[in-house]
DNA sequence: TCGATTTACATAGGTTTCCTATGTAAAGTG
DNA sequence: CACTTTACATAGGAAACCTATGTAAATCGA
């Protein structure tokens, strides 16, 4: 098998990206907020604001998804006793449930077909994981933020 | 570092995943016929039902992308010899080019950021290709179809 | 302390990317 | 040669985004 060039692999990584997403979302996915209730878990409440920056979407667009997650009831706003502008959004117990629910499906579907091939480890999905989350990664050139 | 589950690992897979197609939707790709012209340069000629099928789309959908490609230039679609029916979708050399240009970006885009990253190789890159490819890949297990 | 700027959201309006349902015409089938 | 199947096109609509802009709270300077 010849080696592709790592400019072919990085277009093929984005082509094939896009077709797993499609394919998650005609499965499964009941609405983009997945990836909401993915970060509120990993970071706790936050306002609307820190949300979409960290999912790298407008405010608006955010704005909109915690409004239809909380009339799911999977979110919560609550005042934000530090700023009455903004409200922050909380993981309901509902919510915590549904993001399992979803991360199951999801979680089967990916590794019913990785189970299928022999030559595809649980290691390499964590590197393919690492890949992707590198990719995403803001683009910190002068400035590191230093965090320790 | 803890080593997370493979369940986890493929929830994260497609977050992750949704996410990359976002950022580069944004960046610089011009529309979703970007997938089409790609299949096209590794298949040759298809007919519109055959690329909604490797495409994993509505035929509609095919049909919508196909003709958007076509008044840019970058597709002709041309009688089929041996179907009235259907006609066949050829790339074009300006598609052809569209193509090479739109790799160069996304290639750019990913390998820039995977080059800041020492602890990431090609190969690993590779792995993250192959992985996606994999789950993608339909569930043939029981029925080949038997192409030969 | 009070006007001026900034910040955090909400709302309005529009685009892109998909889908299902359905119609039409050519291709096979008994 | 009717009858079903296949290949597309069209109609209509939903979902996930965006930019522009308005409102109210927070902050800042004189």
Chains 1, 2 share one sequence.
Do not use: F
Not at 11 to 39: C, F, K, N, W
Request: aromatic share 2%; with cysteine; charged share 20%.
């Amino acid at each position: 098998m010849s080696t592709p060039s790592a400019d072919d692999l990085s277009s093929d990584l984005t082509v094939y990206a896009a077709r797993l997403v499609r394919l998650v979302r005609r499965e499964h996915a009941p609405s983009a907020g997945t990836r909401v209730l993915s970060i509120l878990d990993e970071t706790g409440p936050l306002a609307i604001t820190a949300l979409a920056q960290i999912d790298r979407c407008s405010q608006p667009t955010m704005t909109g998804q915690v409004n239809q997650l909380a009339e799911a009831g999977w979110v919560t706003k609550e005042p934000n006793p530090a700023d009455a502008r903004s409200s922050l959004v909380h993981l309901t117990e509902a919510g915590r449930a549904e993001l399992g629910r979803i991360r199951q499906l999801s979680a089967g579907l990916v590794s019913e077909r990785l189970a299928r091939r022999t030559d595809l480890s649980t290691d390499d999905l964590a590197t393919a994981v690492a890949v992707l989350q590198a990719v995403l990664e803001p683009s910190p050139p002068t400035t590191p933020e230093g965090h320790s």
